[in-house]
């Protein structure tokens, strides 16, 4: 494996430095400061402490709410078109920030430079996919039964919308929401991981510039910083009609009863456990590409990260070969190096969980054909770079039905494609999935009722880089909920069935005769 970054790691105070200049260009200011609930910033690329930064605690967060309850009249009664605009100038705004918002991607989450500028891209495009949306918020028309009646569904702001995100996507996950939110009439408290702070000062930063450039009122975004405390207002209060959490299953199990308890609604987006099939006929060079990316990119921090490789056997030692081949040539380290391809994972229990993963594979009777092993660790001892990891398995044990958040790819061998569909559905999770396959009878299959259960199932593309024209999000354990695209802004808003009596007559529904 080359490892053309060893020993120029770049130092913590150089990233604190660049973190400082993104956060100025975006217009963030004060932010640092001390006390019982500061927040490190901290680097993944070094494992340092870059600077403190002040954060918040339950009662910011009933603030939040307050404040932005109090702006959601007037926002909701601004035509949608018109809260459109305010999406535009933050797309504006974030396209001139690019660059800036990348850099804090890549310092605080250790994502490649081109896949954090990626990240942004997907919050420009939200912004423009919303501003169109803002112009087509639709309801229908429905045929009544009675004469001179007309029967409509209409939809309608909720409320405030509390958003809590995962430190993986620190930025496109909040544009996802607030994005489709912000024109659907909703006001947003935002709740970003603890372990992103300065993703979210500057996002935030840009669209307070939005608000006050375009005149909307001052409350419909407010962000709280903090940990699980902080979130608590959002999950049990009655005044956030709509929770969009993003983390991990267990989170979620923690969450998503309390939110249920007081009849709020959730939109979880959880764990995926994500797998590809790869058939006899599939194109291996095509598929080894797509697999690469999927399983060692963002160094396997991706909620759509494939996990398992479920590949037929007479094709499984050439492309298990491949593999291990492409994975020796991977560039791991430096994040804002170009020649990098792997970066770090976010911290040591990130690095403990791959290990502990690995242990168990390997008792289970796994094999590790390919990396495994930490990185850098004489240049960075606290920074935790690891070498994707290959293994082998005998079958679809505990471990493998479980998701790690690293990069382990998971390889189980299948004769017949009943026998892979079987194996890919027997996961807890049910995020992403794809097939490899030149046989159109085995695509269709795949992404039929019976076939894949995931809210994602791509032919001949990896489970991972989904655009967001397509709703996003998974079932089964990764929680059901869909954001983005196509017709997902409907869960942030309510729904109205209105019957318009235009006669002069009041027939009742069903022939009912009352007198
Ligand atoms: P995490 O669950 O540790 O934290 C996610 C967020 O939830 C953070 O903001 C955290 O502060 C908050 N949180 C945690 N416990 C809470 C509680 N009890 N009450 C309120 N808030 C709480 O997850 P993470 O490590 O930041 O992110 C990785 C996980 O997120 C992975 O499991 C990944 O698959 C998942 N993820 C899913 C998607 C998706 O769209 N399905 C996208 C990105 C990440």
Request: zero cysteines; a negative charge.
């Given at each position: 494996m080359s490892d053309t970054s060893e020993n120029t790691l770049p130092g913590t105070a150089e990233l604190a430095e660049r973190a400082r200049r993104a956060l100025a260009a975006c217009g963030a200011a004060g932010y640092e400061g001390s006390g019982p609930n500061a927040l490190s910033a901290r680097s993944p690329i070094t494992g340092q402490d870059l600077f403190t930064v002040a954060g918040g605690t339950g009662s910011d967060a009933h603030e939040a709410i307050a404040a932005a309850g109090a702006a959601f009249p007037a926002w909701r009664d601004t035509p949608a078109p018109v809260r459109g605009a305010l999406v535009k100038r933050l797309g504006e705004l974030l396209t001139e920030h690019k660059q800036d918002l990348a850099d804090l991607v890549t310092i605080e989450a250790g994502k490649i430079g081109s896949e954090a500028l990626g990240e942004v891209q997907e919050m420009i495009d939200i912004c423009d996919l919303a501003v169109g949306m803002s112009r087509q918020l639709e309801g229908r028309t429905l045929a009544s039964e009675r004469p001179g009646h007309k029967l409509l569904e209409t939809w309608h702001p909720l409320g405030v919308v509390g958003v809590i995100s995962a430190f993986n996507f620190p930025v496109a996950v909040w544009a996802w929401n607030t994005a489709v939110a912000l024109v659907c009439g909703d006001t947003v408290v935002w709740k970003p991981s603890e372990l992103t702070p300065l993703t979210a000062l500057a996002s935030t930063a840009l669209l307070e510039r939005a608000i006050a450039d375009t005149g909307a009122?001052?409350?419909?975004h407010r962000l709280v910083l903090g940990g699980a405390d902080a979130a608590a207002p959002l999950v049990d209060s009655p005044d956030v009609p709509l929770v969009s959490a993003t983390g991990s299953e267990r989170m979620g199990r923690e969450i998503a009863p309390r939110i249920a308890a007081r009849f709020g609604r959730a939109i979880l987006e959880l764990g995926g456990n994500n797998a590809a099939i790869v058939t006899p006929s599939a194109d291996l060079d095509l598929a080894a590409r797509g697999i690469v990316f999927s399983a060692a990119g963002t160094a396997g921090q991706r909620c759509t990260t494939m996990r398992r490789l479920i590949v037929h056997e007479d094709v499984a030692d050439e492309l298990v070969a491949r593999l291990a081949k492409v994975y020796t040539g991977l560039n791991i380290g430096d994040?804002?190096?170009?020649?990098?391809?792997v970066g770090p994972l976010v911290g040591e229990r990130a690095h403990a969980a791959m290990r502990t993963a690995l242990e168990r594979a390997v008792a289970d009777g796994g094999e590790v054909v390919a990396g495994g092993g930490r990185r850098l660790a004489g240049a960075a001892q606290d920074a935790y770079y690891v070498e994707p990891a290959i293994v082998r398995m005998p079958g679809q044990t505990d471990v493998v039905k479980e998701?790690?958040?690293?990069?382990i790819l998971y390889v189980l061998t299948y004769r017949a494609f009943d026998e892979a569909l079987a194996l890919h559905n027997d996961v807890p999770q049910g995020l992403s999935s794809s097939v490899f396959t030149t046989d159109q009878r085995e695509a269709d299959r795949f992404t039929a009722s019976a076939g894949s259960d995931c809210g994602i199932a791509n032919v001949n593309i990896g489970t991972s880089g989904a655009e967001i024209g397509g709703a996003f999000g998974g079932e089964k354990t990764t929680g059901g909920g869909r954001e983005s695209g196509s017709d997902a802004w409907r869960g942030y808003m309510r729904r109205a069935t209105n019957t318009v009596n235009y006669s002069t007559e009041l027939p009742l529904a069903q022939g009912v005769n009352f007198g």
């Open positions: 009122p001052e409350g419909v994040p804002f190096s170009e020649e990098t391809l998701e790690t958040f690293a990069p």
